[in-house]
């Protein structure tokens, strides 16, 4: 049993001592990857179900490392906001996606691009000045950019999080709830900070039509929203029985495998040749 014991004990370190090498690797590479060109933004549309057409676009960050290949956001986005990196790679994000909303209205389509922001960018200082001169530099309308946060970067400093909230929306900008559901945000708090969207976590659309119980989950987080006069979006929305659903209880924004995955904004013509056109 005491050898057993050891070996077992052996075994965690080794994975442990795999983890760390994977994040050191990780933190070491990111530092390079900005200046190397390899991170590309995807764009996944936001689509209106009763007339299939674009209303926007959700930018997400895609690394594509030249030895690893293409390595997930939900693997380097929580590195890069532990060793702070996620400042100067949420700031390319921040321009790139305007330059792409840009070259969109250029096109005559007047888009709203969704951009998520990490929590140490949020309470950043410096990301007020720095949106505002890259929405002068790209002469995108602000109105057209949604930041998306999250319910847990709210719940801390309540009060230092609803002052920047009303400088960001003093920019022109609108802001999402992302993963709306999953936090502990109460309805109280919610009313307390300027927020203009909520997204529906995709873990309530998922089960749609099988677990009535994230059907109520679902219709009620709509109808709440309706009630504080909130704009509402569905993620993760694969089915036309999920977008069927979601129309008979008036959310029509939708986004989800079900008329997209995220794509490359080369593939952008192949979309349109679908919807929007
Ligand atoms: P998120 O903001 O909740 O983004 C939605 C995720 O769901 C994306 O994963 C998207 O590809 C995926 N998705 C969309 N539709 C469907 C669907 O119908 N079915 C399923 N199964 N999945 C769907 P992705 O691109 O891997 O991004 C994961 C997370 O990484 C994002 O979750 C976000 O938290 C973070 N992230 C991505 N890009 C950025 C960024 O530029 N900055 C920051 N701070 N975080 C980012
Ligand atoms: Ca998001
Ligand atoms: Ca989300
Ligand atoms: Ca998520």
Request: charged share 25%; aromatic share 10%.
């Amino acid at each position: 049993a005491k050898a057993k014991g050891r070996n077992t004990y052996h075994f965690y370190s080794q994975e442990l001592d795999a983890a760390a090498n994977e994040r050191l690797f990780i933190e070491n590479e990111l530092r390079l990857a900005i200046k190397a060109r390899q991170f590309v933004i995807f764009y996944q549309p936001q689509v209106d179900s009763r007339t299939q057409h674009v209303v926007g676009y959700e930018a997400l960050i895609r690394w594509f490392h030249p030895t690893e290949g293409m390595i997930p956001p939900t693997k380097f986005i929580p590195i890069a906001e532990a060793t702070g990196l996620i400042v100067e790679l949420g700031a390319w994000v921040l321009q790139e996606a305007c330059e792409f909303a840009a070259r969109l209205a250029a096109q005559g389509r007047e888009n709203n691009i969704s951009i998520n922001l990490s929590a140490r960018q949020f309470k950043d200082a410096k990301l007020v000045p720095l949106l505002a001169s890259i929405i002068k530099k790209t002469k995108v309308s602000a109105k057209r950019l949604h930041l998306e946060l999250t319910e847990s970067m709210l719940m801390g400093n309540v009060e230092a999080a609803i002052t920047q909230l009303h400088q960001l929306k003093a920019l022109g900008v609108s802001i999402s709830i992302d993963d709306f559901g999953t936090g502990y945000s109460s309805l109280s708090y919610l009313k307390r900070f300027p927020v203009d969207i909520l997204k529906v976590d995709r873990s309530f659309v998922k089960d749609i039509p099988d677990d009535p119980n994230d059907m109520e989950i679902t219709a009620a987080i709509i109808a709440m929203a309706q009630k504080l006069k909130l704009n509402v979006v569905a993620e993760g929305v694969e089915t036309i029985e999920q977008v069927e659903f979601l129309q008979n209880n008036n959310c029509f924004i939708v986004q989800g495998y079900y008329y997209s995955p995220p794509i490359a904004e080369q593939d952008l013509p192949k979309l349109f040749a679908k919807l929007d056109d």
